[in-house]
């Protein structure tokens, strides 16, 4: 099939991705070279090459695939009635099926491997043969029949499974087309008739399954059948299919309703809703760069083309949520239950920076390079490349590292705050330290659950907050042992009333909700099921906020999730069960040393006692740990117990490190360190039974039952001494603000938050309502959020961003003097008035967007 030009403009957002097809096909004799090109990059890039596997820093790798695949071999010669390898029962768990196929593949790439390591298996006609007669054996009597498959989880059946068949008969091409040809179009036609959310056995870019890094997993599998096939038609249209992973979403036009991918603000979003970087978003990740590698040189596409995109991903997506080699949880979905730590997934970024540094030219090819030096000099756990999927990019990873001439610099600066306002997330980093937000909306999931992974999720995306320090190791902060000892009511930074909920499968008996005969048609895989179940949004408009230069203010209005709304309103079945939250409006203001939060309207509705979690820290039970502060009458205290406090100080002299806390208008505060034992498997069924031990700090502020709505004020100080915390001065002001030292607290209702920080010159506001808003000679029309720099005797800056983004203009007012434009961006109109200077944003569709102009009088 042609792909016309008009084809390629009505698939693609950019139209810079129009020159990475080329329009016109190839001769045959062209199509036959590019496909041996491609299948035989495809061998390099897993098997690795003569040269990389020379080298003695692929030995670790290379030896570790040997040994799987002996191992593989052996579970073979000793596998009983029903199965191709021991212990994996075949015909009903789709999980067996697809690890058979993996280990299919685990032998055949031994076989491929040039190197000592392999000398016997390399290019073995028997081995070979034993994994041809496996794949025939298994499309036989347990693939083949379309009748009896697809069974279980989709995934399997249209990419696991699929990608591990592609893989396997790429590297054994040869001997497939020399001795069991019959077997490539076999199933070819059995992994097309699987496509069951695709169109007549291909892509379908209107499935909600097709999108995202599924659609690049799907659509890879198909470029290499192509090749093996010698279709250039179907390796064109695949290409042209995953070319629309890499156009950045538009929120307002949508191709296909397609909401998963990239954003401009660099956020990335998989199942429709799930703020996913550190999972699906490396996932993606991953595939483009292997896909560029094995197109590399051929005429199917230019590549080139597309690795500034891939570059921007790095930089303003994957970087920001990257500390100190850690990937943050508030982009890891249900994977933050996963044993696996943020160090690992970290390793699967830099394989990718370095390959793509490879195909970059020049200056950006030296900035990803640094970026990998400068992850390796400040990770806590030194990254082991034999974890990596390519030896030759170990290779290129030990030659970056080994480069003198390449200096460790990160793609951040030191001083940033991102808002990602399209996946509400928001990062804000200083040297010392990072804090990472997590938001959800009525656009965006309150949290993720599936598969029994996760089971505990419920306040995730309520403002739970994670504050690394540097020079920790994270996995002693955070990680899986976070979840499982730190209480699901009780993570930091989250309002949760007082009352126990039942995970899924303690609800229904079974890893989801199963109800096919209700009109929602509850299945595993339903529309419903992920509505409602794996990750309900929440039903508040108001969540965003500002960035200016490297400072963010950010807010949020509380919300319950739409399974309590619809179950309110008669949608959902009687047996469905769903809970009811806790209310509360927030904000979050980030300056250098200081995180300040508010809250207010904090209660119930139903009249149950509410907890807001200040923090929830971790450590070993052996940590020599101190907790100190001072009460309000200036008394020293020393913890745990309640208190009213003016502030507190946790610092762990075992690993370094303190968090300081500024109480500025809060009840008593209650401390407990606890010594808490749980088994990792209550957070993940699948994790191994195995107890973990920490001690739990949790600095947290109590509302009794049928309490009227309170309000908190508080600010976590990073890294904070006793000497700095004493240095913050009384509450009391006489304008009727309140505060410490150079923090002031200027409104703190569900109308109005706002903030001034005399020691920075800023005012920061969240509006949340209709009508004017006046907070420090600054009006606000409607909700908003504003962030002033006044210089002394310099400018005005002044940043706005539309947190519902669905507003069309944003007004504010300065107060004061006339001042006069500077710079500014195109959205923004100044105007004199009487009494002081008019600012319009227009915030027509700029999601969240902040715009920025600067004043002088």
Request: proline share 5%.
């Amino acid at each position: 099939m042609e792909i016309t030009r008009r084809h390629l403009l009505s698939a693609l957002s950019a139209t810079g991705l129009l020159a990475v097809v080329p329009v016109r096909p190839a001769s045959a004799a062209a199509v036959a070279a590019d496909s041996a090109r491609l299948l035989a990059n495809t061998v390099a890039v897993f098997a690795g090459t003569a040269d990389s596997n020379a080298r003695p820093e692929t030995a670790a790798k290379l030896t570790a695939m040997t040994n799987r695949a002996r191992a593989n071999l052996r579970s073979m010669d000793t596998a009983g009635p029903g199965e191709l390898f021991a212990g994996l029962v075949l015909g009903a768990d789709e999980a067996n099926l697809n690890t058979a196929f993996r280990q299919l593949y685990e032998i055949a790439l031994a076989t491929r491997m040039p190197g000592a390591a392999a000398s016997d298996l390399h290019q073995s006609p028997a081995v070979q043969r034993r994994v041809l007669d496996g794949l025939a054996r298994l499309h036989e009597k347990y693939y083949g029949d379309q009748s009896r498959g697809y069974y279980g989880n989709w995934f399997h059946w249209e990419i696991g499974i699929s990608q591990h068949i592609s893989r396997t008969l790429a590297l054994l091409a040869d001997r497939v087309r020399a001795e069991r040809p019959e077997l490539l179009a076999t199933y070819v036609a059995s992994m097309d008739a699987y496509l069951r959310n695709g169109i007549n056995g291909d892509v379908n870019l209107d499935s909600r399954f097709h999108t995202g890094a599924n659609l690049a997993d799907i659509t890879t599998n198909r470029i290499l059948q192509g090749a093996l096939l010698g279709d250039e038609s179907r390796v064109r249209k695949a290409l042209t299919d995953q070319l629309t992973v890499f156009a950045t979403i538009d929120p307002y036009h949508l191709n296909h309703g397609v909401t998963d991918g990239y954003y401009a603000d660099g956020s990335f979003i998989q199942h429709a809703s799930v703020a996913y970087t550190g999972s699906y978003g490396k996932g993606l990740l991953t595939r483009v760069v292997q896909t560029l590698k094995i197109l590399d040189g051929t005429g199917f596409a230019h590549g080139a083309e597309l690795v500034p995109t891939v570059q921007g991903w790095v930089r303003n997506g994957f970087a920001p949520l990257i500390f100190e080699g850690w990937m943050m949880e508030i982009v890891k979905g249900r994977a933050v239950s996963r044993t696996d730590t943020g160090y690992t997934d970290v390793a699967v970024v830099v394989e990718a920076v370095v390959d793509l540094s490879s195909l970059a030219s020049d200056a950006d090819a030296t900035a990803l390079k640094s970026y990998v030096k400068h992850l390796r000099a400040t990770s806590h756990t030194v990254l082991d490349p034999a974890g990596f999927v390519s030896p030759v990019s170990i290779v290129r990873h030990a030659d970056i590292l080994g480069d003198d001439s390449v200096p460790p610099v990160d793609l951040n600066p030191a001083s940033r705050s991102v808002a990602f306002n399209a996946m509400d997330r928001n990062v804000h980093r200083r040297p010392g330290y990072a804090f990472a937000l997590a938001r959800s909306s009525e656009r965006i999931s309150k949290y993720e659950y599936m598969n029994g992974e996760n089971l505990m999720p419920w306040f995730q995306g309520d403002g739970a907050y994670y504050l690394y320090l540097s020079g920790q190791d994270q996995t002693r902060a955070y990680g899986v042992d976070y979840f499982t000892t730190v209480s699901p009511y009780g993570l930091a930074g989250v309002t949760a009333p007082v009352e126990p909920r039942r995970t899924v499968l303690e609800l229904y008996g079974k890893p989801y909700y199963d109800n096919p005969g209700h009109p929602l048609n509850f299945t595993s895989s339903s529309t419903s099921q992920n509505t409602y179940v794996y990750f309900p949004c929440g039903t508040a408009r108001h969540s965003g906020g500002a960035v200016l230069g490297a400072y963010g203010a950010v807010g949020m209005v509380q919300s319950g999730d739409v399974a309590h709304r619809d179950k309110a309103a008669g949608v959902l079945p009687e047996d469905f069960v769903a809970y009811r939250n806790a209310t509360a409006t927030k904000s979050w203001f980030l300056f250098d040393d200081e995180i300040v939060v508010l809250a207010a309207g904090v209660g119930d509705a139903a009249g149950r006692a509410v907890t807001t979690t200040v923090d929830a820290r971790t450590a070993a039970p052996d940590d020599r740990l101190a907790v100190t502060g001072m009460l309000r009458d200036g008394r020293p205290w020393a913890g745990p117990g309640t208190a009213d406090l003016r502030w507190l100080r946790h610092a762990n002299a075992t690993r370094g490190g303190a968090v300081g806390y500024l109480f500025l208008d809060t009840p008593r505060v209650r401390v407990a360190l606890d010594e808490v034992t749980r088994s990792r498997r209550i957070v993940r069924t699948s994790n191994p039974d195995t107890p973990v031990t920490r001690t739990v700090l949790g600095v947290t502020c109590d509302l009794a039952p049928g309490a009227r709505p309170a309000r908190l004020a508080y600010a976590l100080v990073p890294n904070a001494d006793e000497a700095r915390l004493r240095s913050y001065g009384d509450r009391s002001r006489g304008d009727g603000s309140y505060g410490d030292g150079p923090l002031r607290i200027l409104a703190n209702t569900p109308r109005l938050q706002a903030v001034t920080h005399t020691g920075l010159g800023l005012t920061a506001a969240n509006s949340f309502t209709p009508g004017r808003h006046e907070a420090a000679g600054l009006r606000i029309e409607g909700p908003a959020s504003v962030i002033v720099e006044r210089e002394r005797h310099g400018p005005t800056t002044v940043a706005v961003s539309d947190p519902t983004m669905g507003r069309d203009r944003v007004g504010v007012l300065i107060r004061g003097r006339s001042l006069r434009t500077v710079t500014s961006d195109d959205e923004v109109r100044v105007s004199r008035v009487p009494g002081g200077t008019r600012l319009d944003f227009n915030t027509r569709r700029a999601y969240g967007r902040s715009f920025t102009v600067v004043l002088r009088g």
